[in-house]
């Protein structure tokens, strides 16, 4: 019997010398990131085929710069009222953010775009009652209630730190609708703010002021999504505004 507990004793040693990671801290050990909402976490257009997030979407560049496991749920195309319902309805969602130790949101760009694109239709163009249709658009939607109850039903699930991404201007410097976006977004933005400062442990990253007007560097040409220099600006602002840095 001793011999046999001698020759195990051996064998954990010799085990532990040749494999140092049996020690090391697991994949699942790790604090973990979900990133939540849009194309832009999902990193849309920095892919081969849009099927899968890109990995150099800023909540990748986030896990790596801080060890952190990341799950994307970003979502092309969604707009807040879906980012809401998938937050009170959708088990996938609501399990990620429960096990998370950061959330990440960008939600209401889709919702933006789509007042501005309705505004400029049905404005034939005239500039005065387009700034009016805008302005009407924009106090009568549900985006900022919908991401105030998106912000809530995440804090139900979860006491973790939530980063929510404000609106950068999306626009290249020669296009018309970059001055047609730029003062009403810091407007915009301040609404973002709010959401953030009636809420606790809700930090904003304030991709307006990270981007300015560097549309040429940050923001893919033809496009309105970030760039991969974009991202990169994202994710750090992400990390400042978790206090991770």
Known sequence: MKK????????????????????????????SLVAVGDSIPFGYNLG??????????????????????????GIPGWQSEQLLSALQTDQKYRQAVIHADYVAITIGNNDLLQI???????????QPQFQQLLMQKLLNDDVFANIAAAIAETRSLTDAPIVLYNVYNPFQLN????YVADPILPGINQAFSALAASN???????????????????????DIHPTAAGQQVLADIGIAALGLD
Request: glycine share 6%; proline share 4%.
């Open 4 to 31: 046999i507990t001698k020759s195990l004793t051996v064998l954990l040693l010799a085990t532990s010398i040749v494999s140092p990671s049996v020690f090391a801290k697991s994949d699942q050990a790790k604090e």
């Open 48 to 73: 081969q085929n849009n099927q899968n997030p890109a990995k150099s979407a800023y909540p990748y560049l986030i896990g790596a710069s801080e060890d952190l496991r990341v799950r994307n749920l």
């Open 116 to 126: 501005l694109r309705e505004a400029g239709l049905e404005s034939g163009g005239k």
């Open 175 to 178: 296009d018309p609708l970059h």
């Open 200 to 222: 606790e442990n809700v930090y904003v990253a304030d991709a307006y002021a990270a981007f300015g007007d560097n549309q040429a560097e940050y923001v893919i040409q033809n």
